[in-house]
């Protein structure tokens, strides 16, 4: 058949308006890499954790603390050491339109210490902070490790006796023990000792580099003149066996730094917290000193490369390193909730207090069986029912029963409705509708016994034995 003329220019303009629609599709949104959405039972795991670890570090008697996401570039700069991965090749960094340059924060502690100086805390010791939030590094995304992460932390300012790292030390344990992770976990401490011991230390490692150079990678060769001692924290296979065969730091640590770190150990003794000396242990921050430590888990989920949950050490010198005029103590710890949250058995997170569903029926002549109901339940006709259901509602809440209450849908019906109560773990379903205000009573469905029975309002909470 021949196309007239009139044919052919619709069919062109129908083509062109399908190419344009095409071409001008908007791209659906789709997150960053290394960051996630977290909803449903992961977020329940997280909330738990959180609860638990702030609960744990009020019982030590620590404040909540918040501290901005954005920072002076220069906070982290200072601390962190500039020859550090972080600072080198992770640091989320921009010059804002004020010319300042900012970072979003990859750690805590430097943060912290940070508002300690910037309130004249430091005049006022001691301090003891609790923290949790999101941190952010570029580093590759891998299991248990993203770019946006969160944290829960604590940080003790102004003592600096060997009990405070034993007390600290003690607060991470008893957490990680409340999380059902005692059997599983394993704590590794050290001591990089004070400064003369160190730097004694320093030197005796750079030597060392210097002759195994040619073994190292490029990144740890590099850091021989700078800062030898993080060569021991590098990841790389090809640093591991020249790191296994250079000198602990234990051969020299000068009398007060042996006799101190005798003592945490004792300390730690005395409460029964199993640990294990690791003289290889080292930190990757450089702001460390004296006992440093971490937690450990064997576990599928996390990898053999990523198995430690918990971590932290002293820091004695840190608040002279960010510009406070006087030396003040600390002792923190930081852990991972990704991590943790992985690991978290389900059994050790409590269940939540099941939802009452209230469903309203709008027209009830339609249906002789609630249970099988199919027609639209969407009902315009009369609000004071709705309005009820939502005064039954605040009820059942004001004495702390989480309930759901169904608006109405153009899409639902009764029977989708009461598929998704299921879905939702409620017990009850309460019915309302016109034949049950006039009677001043509702119709309950007990979703576990499938029975169905009316029940005065007064008479509901007896009913469904809150």
Not at 79 to 87: H, K, M, P, R
Not at 177 to 201: H, V
Not at 253 to 269: E, H, I, M, P
Not at 400 to 420: E, M, V
Request: aromatic share 8%.
């Amino acid at each position: 058949m021949i196309k007239s003329h009139g044919q052919l220019l619709w069919q062109g303009f129908q083509k062109r308006v399908i190419s344009k629609v095409i071409t001008d599709r908007i791209e659906p949104a789709r997150p960053i890499r290394g960051t996630r959405d977290r909803f449903g039972s992961e977020n329940i795991k997280y909330s738990h954790i959180l609860k638990i670890a702030s609960s744990i570090a009020e019982l030590y008697c620590y404040d909540h603390v918040s501290t901005p996401i954005l920072e002076l570039s220069q906070v982290f700069e200072r601390t962190l050491g500039e020859d550090s991965d972080i600072i080198g090749k992770e640091l989320y960094s921009f010059v804002d339109k004020g010319d300042d340059k900012l970072t979003l924060r990859p750690e805590g502690t430097a943060g912290i210490v940070r508002a300690l100086i910037s309130n004249n805390l430091i005049y006022d010791l001691p301090q003891k902070f609790y923290y949790y939030g999101p941190m952010f590094r570029h580093e590759r995304p891998q299991k248990g490790r993203l770019r946006q992460f969160e944290q829960f932390g604590v940080e003790l300012f102004g003592h600096e006796h060997p009990t405070s790292d034993i007390e600290v030390i003690d607060m991470a344990w008893t957490f990680l023990n409340k999380i059902g992770l005692g059997d599983s976990i394993e704590l590794e401490i050290n001591s990089l000792g004070d400064s003369e011991s160190r730097t004694k230390y320093r030197d005796v490692v750079r030597e060392y580099l210097r002759k195994n150079e040619h073994h190292l990678s490029e990144d740890s060769a590099k850091r021989i003149s700078t800062n030898p001692l993080r060569v021991l924290d590098s990841k790389n296979p090809k640093d591991a066996p020249v790191i296994q065969d250079c000198p602990t730091i234990t051969e020299y640590y000068n009398s007060t730094s042996a006799k101190r770190f005798d003592d945490v150990c004792q300390g730690l003794q005395d409460l029964n917290i199993l640990y294990k000396i690791n003289p290889r242990l080292v930190r990757g921050l450089d702001y460390y000193d004296n006992t440093i430590f971490e937690f450990k888990c064997l576990n599928p989920n996390l990898g053999t490369a990523q198995g430690t949950v918990l971590a932290g050490g002293r820091y004695d010198g840190l608040v002279q390193i960010m510009g406070g005029k006087e030396k003040v103590p600390g002792i923190g710890w930081a852990a991972g909730i990704d991590r943790l949250a992985m690991i978290l058995n389900d059994n050790f997170i409590p269940s939540r207090k099941r939802p009452m569903a209230i469903i309203i029926i709008p027209d009830r002549e339609k249906s002789e069986n609630l249970s099988t109901e199919t027609e639209p339940i969407i009902s315009s006709k009369n609000n004071k029912l709705y309005y009820y259901g939502l005064n039954l509602s605040k009820f059942l809440r004001d004495k702390d029963i989480p309930t759901l209450f169904y608006h109405s849908s153009h899409q639902s019906s009764l029977k989708n409705i009461l598929s998704n109560t299921v879905k939702t773990n409620a017990s009850h379903v309460i019915f309302v509708g016109e034949n049950e205000i006039a009677k001043g009573e509702v119709t309950i469905k007990d979703l576990d016994n499938k029975i169905q029975k009316g029940c005065k309002i007064e008479n509901i909470l007896q009913y469904i034995k809150i």
